[in-house]
């Protein structure tokens, strides 16, 4: 999906699927945000859920939404293994792929090492 309402009804069905609990904090529906950055933050989303399923083992997931005047911090959360290493943005294409499109509609990305790993998204409102 495009919008992010709509994506987090598949991430939903997706790690229901993976037997990961999942809780989402914030409201989806996006009001400061351009179709173009909502659509980045969709992909990127999904990719960060994806490989918690795919890599950390975790038990729960979690995705936090918080908007504030100037800018939107996403965060996603998983209690799983952790990222191995120091080479995080070199052993696939998507942690890559996910900070190459943030900076496109100007935003970054943060990659916590916590009980887990959180990573942690921002981009800026909308201008209206
Ligand atoms: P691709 O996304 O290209 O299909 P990938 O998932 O291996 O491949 P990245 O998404 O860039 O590549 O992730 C890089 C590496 O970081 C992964 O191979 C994995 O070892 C680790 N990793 C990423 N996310 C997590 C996570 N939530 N928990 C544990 N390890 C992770
Ligand atoms: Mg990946």
Known sequence: GIRLEDELIHIQQFLAAAEIDFKLEGNPKLTNTSLITENVLSMCIKE????????????SCSIQINPSRTDLVIKVKDDGTGIPGNDLYFKGHGLQG????????????????????TI??????AFK
């Open 48 to 59: 960060a859920v994806t490989n918690v399923v795919k890599h950390s083992g975790a038990k």
């Open 98 to 117: 996910m900070r190459e499109r943030l900076e496109f509609v100007n935003g970054c990305m943060d990659i916590v090492r916590d009980s887990g790993t």
């Open 120 to 125: 942690v998204i921002k981009v800026p409102n």
